[in-house]
């Protein structure tokens, strides 16, 4: 019978793996808390029309890419191929957003059907962040310095950078869309088969085209830029003058669009050279318009959505030597003889009474003394404990110290607790 495999795109993180994700997600965490920012936790399936309201039904992800099916109710579901739409949802659902300003943050698996490369699943996890209730280039700029502060802590700011842009308001978006798509119907013969398809129905995606001749069009297009209203341009010189102020580098890149329909005024990307073709790492901007969108008020919102198996390989690849490896314990009980098993597990949970956050591996299934400790060294364990015949006799456990070359004791049992609270100040 053949084995069954993992579906292509998703993929297990073994133990040896989890130690860097481990890592990310504590530094993600505490930035994102020492910022105010509160974790909302959200369902991995929404119903389809969520997704098709909010990120256009002629994106790439709603008509290629989503895992759509039909539930027994004959009820359409996809599983979530980004966090914005269902964050928004969550929120107006549950009245959080009503003369509120909320700091949200949320972390998970997405889904989406494409093609399988390093640094893009099918199955792929993302951090998402979304702040509700302010109007302002401030919020902006506070969320570009959230990054920054996050890729300090990481050790990365030296292989990321920022690019920046402005999309305006949807009036903006119209008019420029008009001339955009007039110039490139000039050029519809030399642009890329996936340009002209996109040119009558998501044209700005045009603009980020990889493609060299298509690039080479594009450099006598129109520029957003000359598009925007007075209140758009100034959102965004304010918007850059934090910055300027704050020591962040940027780049304004007129060609930066997002792939979503909601996003307007603001966007940014945090790109890398460490990944080849995959760059971007974080990415996002304004949609002031998809709460209201979705049934809701109009509020202003602003969010982007980090990258995780992007960011876990440019820490394996540039921060390796600072991540070492996690012991699986600190302390590893070694048990042989008559009773000592059970002995053991009672000894493992007084010191784990006395000792919280210790990290204690009590071994079972029996084994000789020299395969349980061939456990306790493949474990990281510092110290050894021994409990065999002659020690349950004697009311007494042997500490072996792994690590150094210090000679072992026996300790008594009362006195057990004491010794191990010494060794591990």
Known sequence: MAKIKA???????????????QY?????????????????????????????RSIGEVTDIVEKEMYTFND????????????????????????????QVQRLWYSGPMFRYERPQKGRYRQFHQVGVEAFGMRGPDIDAELILLTARLWKKLGLSSSVRLEINSLGTAQDRASYREDLVAYLSGHINKLDPDSRRRLDTNPFRILDS??????????????FADYLDSESEQHFNQLCAILDASGIEYRVNPRL???????????????????????????????????????GRVTPAVGFAIGVE???????????????????????LVASGTGSAQAA????????????????????????????????????????LVLGEDEMDKAVVTVKPLRDTTEQKRI??????????SKFD
């Not at 876990?312 to 070492?324: F, I, S």
């Open 72 to 99: 027994r109710n004959d009820e359409s579901l996809t599983l979530r191929p980004e966090g914005t739409a269902g964050c928004v949802r969550a929120c107006e659902e549950h009245g959080l957003l009503f003369n």
């Open 345 to 384: 597990m009672i000894l493992a949970e007084q010191i784990r009474d006395g000792m919280p956050g210790i990290k204690l591996q009590v071994n079972c299934g029996d084994g000789s003394f020299k395969s349980q400790f061939k456990r306790a060294d493949k474990c990281g364990a510092r110290y050894a």
């Open 257 to 295: 669009v997002r792939g979503l329909d909601y996003y307007g005024k603001t966007v940014f990307e945090w790109i890398t050279s460490e990944l080849g073709a995959q760059g971007t790492v974080c990415a996002g901007g304004r949609y002031d318009g998809l709460v209201e969108q979705l049934g």
């Open 412 to 421: 008594e049992r009362a006195e057990l607790l004491n010794y191990l609270l």
């Open 210 to 223: 990889k493609n060299p001749d298509t690039q080479a069009i594009l450099d006598g297009a129109p520029g």
């Open 310 to 332: 992007r960011l876990v390989l440019m820490l394996e690849t540039l921060a390796g030597p600072r991540l070492k490896e996690k012991p699986v314990a600190d302390i590893y």
């Open 24 to 52: 990310l997600e504590d530094i993600v965490r505490e930035t994102l808390d020492a910022y105010g920012y509160q974790q909302i936790r959200l369902p991995v399936v929404e119903q389809t029309d969520l997704f098709k």
């Open 7 to 21: 579906i292509r795109g998703m993929n297990d993180i073994l133990p040896s793996q989890t130690p860097v994700w």
